[in-house]
């Protein structure tokens, strides 16, 4: 049984359109995340949630969004694709701020 | 105060040999200090993880050396392995509900067998 599961694994779309990366975990965490992963490898946050509501919003574009429709499930839903977006894309979850975080497999997004 | 700073930026070891790669940190809130190990394709996996209320820990072939008064810690990897060629990545996190881990730059390690 996968701890965090990400889906899709690849997702190669257009410049101007919109994508949704969709991201479970089944560790009973209460806190989760999204970090993006670049070229240069990396890691940056993006989002932290702590049991669905947004605590973290690390001077992302407001193009990316966000949802935790339960404490299992953080979505990222990207408007109007760019090319600079183009990443590895990384949903991670956490018992508490200073304990483990387990990552997923990552996304990568290619933006053409 | 929020970076972690990471060296070297790769590492080409000797099968059998040691290999140290070496982190430094600036915001003295942080309380918890993992590295993480990615293989290509893969997400990032914790390898081992340190508190300041220690200043080593082992496990098996992996070591962090912590420094607390120099805001700097270590991994060892005694005897490398081909297997071990990875990218790894030291991080800090705090307690007090800042709910984010910094990472460092990575170092991308290559053992030759």
């Known amino acids: 049984d996968t701890a965090v599961s990400q889906t899709p694994k690849y997702l190669v779309t257009q410049m101007g359109n919109d994508k949704s990366i969709k991201c479970e975990q089944n ?14 490898k990396f890691l940056k946050i993006m989002f932290s949630y702590n049991n669905k509501e ?38 991670a979850s956490s018992r508490f701020s200073n304990t483990e975080a387990f990552f997923g497999q990552g996304t990568r997004l290619t933006v053409v | 105060q929020q970076q972690v700073k990471q060296s070297p930026q790769s590492l080409i070891v000797q099968k059998g ?12 809130a ?15 996996a914790l390898l081992i993880a340190i508190r300041p209320d220690v200043s080593e820990k082992k496990e098996g ?9 120099a805001k700097q ?11 071990d060629s990875a ?3 030291c991080a800090a996190s705090s307690s007090q509900g800042t709910y984010k881990y910094i990472f460092g730059t990575g170092t991308r390690l290559k053992v030759l067998a």
């Not at chain 1, 690390?58 to 600079?84: C, M, Q, W, Y």
């Not at chain 2, 040691?18 to 003295?28: G, H, L, R």
Request: proline share 7%; hydrophobic share 30%; charged share 15%.
């Open chain 2, 61 to 69: 072939r992996f070591t962090i050396s912590f420094n607390k008064s």
């Open chain 2, 73 to 83: 810690f270590s991994l060892h990897i005694m005897d490398s392995q081909p297997g």
């Open chain 2, 17 to 28: 040999g040691i290999s140290i790669i070496n982190c430094a940190y600036e915001n003295t």
């Open chain 2, 87 to 89: 990218t790894y990545f």
């Open chain 1, 54 to 91: 947004l605590i973290i919003n690390e001077t992302v574009p407001n193009r990316f969004s966000p949802k935790s429709p339960d404490k299992a499930h953080l979505n990222l839903h990207i408007n109007s694709l760019e090319l600079g977006d183009s990443a590895v894309y990384f949903c």
């Open chain 1, 27 to 40: 560790l009973g965490h209460d806190t989760m995340y999204w970090y993006k992963q670049d070229s240069k």
């Open chain 2, 30 to 44: 942080f309380d918890y200090f993992p590295w993480y190990q990615q293989f290509p394709g893969k997400g990032p």
